[in-house]
């Protein structure tokens, strides 16, 4: 289900709003939504180490993003 929905609306954000790039910032301890954008082509850019405190807690940050040419729904 979830692939399927950021599938669908990265086809919007490259088609209809002709985006050049689109990209998501994921909490480093959400493996299922690491996975989900990796599944449906994101390639992942990056990890910014402790870049946010939650609770007190400092955790990851990563980047997974995808180029317009590179898009194949």
Not at 48 to 72: K, N, P, S
Request: glycine letters at 6%; one cysteine or more; hydrophobic letters at 40%.
């Amino acid at each position: 289900m979830g692939a399927k929905a950021v599938t669908h609306l990265t086809t919007l954000a490259l088609t209809t709003y002709a985006l050049h790039r689109v990209y998501a910032v994921i909490h480093g301890d959400n493996i299922a939504s690491r996975r989900c954008f990796a599944k449906v082509g994101f390639q992942h850019e990056g990890r910014f180490r402790e870049a946010r405190c939650v609770d007190g807690e400092f955790i990851d940050l990563h980047y997974y993003a995808v180029l317009e040419q590179e898009w194949t729904p």
